[in-house]
């Protein structure tokens, strides 16, 4: 089981839904989480992270991280076709290595 | 400030062949981290280093792939005889201990080909 799980998509969605992003993780001793967004052909950037649990919001994009389950959610309101792009979740280890999901593609068309 | 800057952005060789990346690390950075992505395995870390010192190699799939750092604004990344299967980008990224320490920032990647 890896360590980070991610549905890899794609997910396509009309400009201006909601958008739903979900990881999974194995280990309870993750405290930062991560999401990255990767443009195509780039390198990925970091978009949001949190520590430990619940929710941490900025501007159209909320993370949410609930330890009981395991899960990470990365919402985004009012999508735009600039969000087009994969998302990448991550948890950050105690020796500060990142370990990534696979990533999920969204398409966000007009 | 300049990102984290690699080279060459593109490359394609034949099996068997050298191949060598390179990374300029954000000024100031102490933490320098090389990545391989692929469709079926997504993103992969390979090593990473602090204060120029290797501190996780684990990642490195197999004695063809090395890397060094020798100073702090300069690492590179080899393989040695390259092979088919080591078709991939390639991605540097530097973080700082001191400033945000959980934001590494990733170069522009490598797309490396090797036929």
């Known amino acids: 089981q890896k360590e980070v799980e991610q549905d890899p998509g794609p997910l396509s969605v009309p400009e201006g839904a909601i958008v739903s992003l979900n990881c999974t993780y194995s280990?309870?001793?993750?405290?930062?989480f991560m999401w990255y967004r990767q443009y195509s052909r780039k390198g990925p950037e970091l978009l949001m992270y949190?520590?430990?649990?619940g929710n941490k919001e900025d501007g159209r994009f909320t993370a949410q991280v609930d330890k009981s389950s395991k899960y990470i959610s990365l919402f985004i309101r009012d999508s735009q076709p600039s969000d087009s792009a994969t998302y990448l979740c991550a948890r950050l280890s105690n020796t500060d290595k990142l370990i990534f999901g696979t990533g999920t593609r969204l398409q966000v068309f007009p | 400030d300049a990102g984290v800057i690699q080279s060459p952005r593109h490359e394609v060789t034949e099996m068997g062949q050298e191949v060598t990346l390179r990374c300029k690390p954000i000024?100031?950075?102490?933490?320098l981290f090389w990545y391989r992505q692929t469709m079926m395995r997504g993103l992969e870390l390979l090593i990473y280093f602090n204060n120029n010192v290797p501190i996780d190699d684990s990642g490195m799939p197999e004695d063809r792939f090395s890397a060094k750092m020798p100073n702090a604004s300069f690492s590179t990344l080899k393989i040695q005889p390259s092979e088919p299967r080591d078709s991939a980008v390639y991605f540097c990224?530097?973080?700082?201990?001191?400033?945000?320490?959980?934001?590494?920032?990733f170069g522009p990647g490598t797309r490396l080909l090797v036929l």
């Open positions: 280990n309870s001793a993750f405290q930062y």
């Open positions: 949190t520590y430990s649990s």
């Open positions: 990224a530097s973080s700082s201990s001191t400033i945000n320490r959980e934001t590494q920032y």
């Open positions: 000024s100031g950075h102490d933490y």
